[in-house]
């Protein structure tokens, strides 16, 4: 009996941890992040963040965005910018 209530308090907590957290990897070395969720359901519960887009950026969870911080926004808007400049490059080019 005493087997019993251990298991089931694990599997509790266990199910109450998948609820209540993303499980998040991330590019700085593979690591996994554990951020809380800010509602209690199973959607979202692990989160790829590698190789993100600024639109797949936009579709993360909010806590996800916040823990990952502005250094991935940061190198976004940088992106953006280079590829801006690139086109207006090529547009001069073409419009000489």
Do not use: C
């Not at 209690?40 to 190789?51: P, Q, Y």
């Amino acid at each position: 009996m005493k087997y019993l209530v251990i298991i089931g308090m694990t599997v509790v907590l266990t199910i109450g941890a998948i609820l209540n957290l993303h499980l998040v990897i991330h590019d700085d070395g593979y690591r996994v992040m554990v951020v809380q969720k800010e509602n209690m359901t199973f959607d979202r519960t692990f989160v790829d963040a590698r190789d993100l887009n600024p639109i797949s950026w936009l579709a993360l969870p909010r806590p996800v965005r916040d823990a990952l911080g502005k250094g991935k926004s940061e190198q976004f808007k940088k992106n953006v910018n280079e590829s801006l400049d690139k086109v207006n490059e090529d547009l001069k080019k073409i419009f000489k």
